[in-house]
Antibody, heavy 120, light 109 residues
Framework: QVTLKESGPVLVKPTETLTLTCTVSGFSLSNARMGVSWIRQPPGKALEWLAH???????SYSTSLKSRLTISKDTSKSQVVLTMTNMDPVDTATYYC????????????WGQGTMVTVSS | EIVLTQSPGTLSLSPGERATLSCRAS???????LAWYQQKPGQAPRLLIYGASSRATGIPDRFSGSGSGTDFTLTISRLEPEDFAVYYCQQYGSSRTWTFGQGTKVEIK
């Protein structure tokens, strides 16, 4: 069974750096066909794509947030990590990781999401 | 960056009725790179349609997708109680980035 699970802090302070981890199971991040994205959703609002790491370790970032984001993976731990610097209350959201397989460009499996609140 | 605009924002219908949801792109999108997702409260999105018109595994055939270029449509032929949810379209662009529409809520009338 393929699963993704997000983990990280529930609460961060403004200006702090957020680090989120996506732990995958049922597939390998070293598989040449697997990629993982991070997507967020503020309460009551739409989905926003943040970053993607391709199977060959290439990365892609949201244009508007590129300067604040870093995505990486540790295939031995089956984990994809997202860091976001200089957090602000507007970054309060549920953060999801999701999988893309092969040349498809659709997210076939999603994690349950983790809610992050930015507040002092 | 391509912007996806979904309409209407909210669709109020009764079970058994037909739902037609629109997704319009600010510039032409390859049909191969257009998808639709369903999201229920408190849940992660679920892939419904990929490649503009192909149903994902396990998706009932009352869901169908169509369109090309800048205009895409998700149709639910007969609404079941479990279909009342928010629907998002998504595209993948040449700059290797993804964008979502703002969503259409299908609510019970």
């Amino acid at each position: 069974q393929v699963t993704l699970k997000e983990s990280g802090p529930v609460l961060v302070k403004p200006t702090e750096t957020l680090t989120l981890t996506c732990t995958v199971s049922g597939f390998s991040l070293s598989n040449a066909r697997m990629g993982v994205s991070w997507i967020r959703q503020p309460p009551g609002k739409a989905l926003e794509w943040l970053a993607h790491i391709f199977s060959n370790d290439e990365k892609s970032y949201s244009t508007s947030l590129k300067s604040r984001l870093t995505i990486s993976k540790d295939t031995s731990k089956s984990q994809v990590v997202l860091t976001m610097t200089n957090m602000d209350p507007v970054d309060t959201a549920t953060y999801y990781c999701a999988r893309i397989v092969g040349a498809t460009t659709t997210f076939d499996i999603w994690g349950q999401g983790t809610m992050v609140t930015v507040s002092s | 960056e391509i912007v996806l605009t979904q309409s209407p924002g909210t669709l109020s219908l009764s079970p058994g009725e037909r739902a037609t949801l629109s997704c319009r792109a600010s510039q032409s999108v390859s049909s191969s790179y257009l998808a639709w997702y369903q999201q229920k409260p408190g849940q992660a999105p679920r892939l419904l349609i990929y490649g503009a018109s192909s149903r994902a595994t396990g998706i009932p055939d009352r869901f169908s997708g169509s369109g090309s270029g800048t205009d895409f449509t998700l149709t639910i032929s007969r609404l079941e109680p479990e279909d009342f949810a928010v629907y998002y379209c998504q595209q993948y662009g040449s700059s290797r980035t993804w964008t979502f529409g703002q969503g259409t809520k299908v609510e019970i009338k």
